[in-house]
């Protein structure tokens, strides 16, 4: 209820762009999903453009538009991912699974300490 009551109060201030920095991360995961769906159709009325930091793969694909992976320090871009798959989107939907998997590919340097080369 909280970050429903969080979300709302943001947009009633009817910004620009919305910055949303890991609304979720304290969520169940049942609750997580109820919000990603009501955030995906508040997003479809108001078209505000939302920018979405998470450290949750399911929520990023889910959510964005586009997917940015970000190496270790000093934070850049690693890899761009356009997510190009119609809307609402449901977690379970099987059809995001190729869009998982880039996202987890391109984290896998960061994640075990190796360049793209294999090298530590």
Do not use: C
């Given at each position: 209820?909280?970050?429903?009551?969080?979300?709302?109060?943001?947009?009633a201030?009817?910004?620009?762009v919305?910055?949303?920095?890991?609304?979720?991360?304290?969520?169940?995961s049942?609750?997580r999903?109820?919000?990603?769906?009501?955030?995906?159709l508040?997003?479809?009325?108001?078209?505000?453009?939302?920018?979405?930091?998470?450290?949750?793969?399911?929520?990023?694909?889910?959510?964005?538009?586009?997917?940015?992976?970000?190496?270790?320090r000093?934070?850049?871009?690693?890899?761009?991912?356009?997510?190009?798959?119609?809307?609402?989107?449901l977690?379970?939907?099987?059809?995001?699974?190729?869009?998982?998997?880039?996202?987890?590919?391109?984290?896998?340097?960061?994640?075990?300490?190796?360049?793209?080369?294999?090298?530590t």
């Amino acid at each position: 209820m909280k970050q429903r009551v969080a979300i709302a109060r943001a947009l009633a201030i009817d910004p620009e762009v919305l910055l949303m920095d890991e609304p979720f991360a304290a969520l169940d995961s049942q609750t997580r999903d109820l919000l990603l769906v009501e955030l995906q159709l508040i997003w479809a009325r108001t078209k505000k453009t939302i920018a979405f930091i998470t450290h949750n793969i399911l929520e990023s694909v889910v959510l964005g538009d586009k997917v940015a992976v970000f190496t270790k320090r000093p934070g850049t871009v690693k890899k761009e991912i356009a997510v190009n798959y119609r809307r609402p989107r449901l977690p379970e939907d099987e059809n995001l699974q190729p869009y998982y998997r880039q996202v987890i590919d391109a984290m896998k340097g960061e994640i075990s300490g190796r360049d793209d080369d294999g090298v530590t």
